[in-house]
């Protein structure tokens, strides 16, 4: 079993940047395919980005490409979300999570969760 925790969200004005970071437990972080998730209010969760094992190749969903990057750092267990160029719609609940597979973009292919850091972009 695994268990991640988020942190870095936090209020930030339109444009700004923040990082994300998500750290797991355990010994097997590096047998995990790492994404990160978002929820908005009344909106289904949506696919932001994911990470390869060795974080040697990655994939964004087409609303934060050229804004967002995702790594990771295997030996610190942790995943990393750099966000730049906030904007007001990118408020979410944030969420990281595990999957066996590459390349997968739906909730029901991540196996592990945590329990969300929330980000707001004000404008």
């Known amino acids: 079993q695994v268990q991640l925790v988020e942190s870095g969200g936090g209020l930030v004005q339109a444009g700004d940047s923040l990082r994300l970071s998500c750290t797991a437990s355990?010994?097997?972080?590096?047998?995990?395919?790492m994404g990160w998730f978002r929820q908005a209010p009344g909106k289904e969760r949506e696919f932001v980005a994911a990470i390869d094992w060795n974080g040697d190749s990655t994939y964004y969903g087409d609303s934060v490409k050229g804004r967002f990057t995702i790594s990771r750092d295997n030996a610190k267990n942790t995943v990393y979300l750099q966000m730049n160029s906030l904007k007001p719609e990118d408020t979410a609940d944030y969420y990281c999570a595990t999957s066996k597979k590459y390349y997968y973009t739906a909730t029901t292919k991540f196996d592990y969760w945590g329990q969300g850091t929330q980000v707001t972009v004000s404008s």
């Open positions: 355990g010994r097997t972080f590096r047998n995990y395919v």
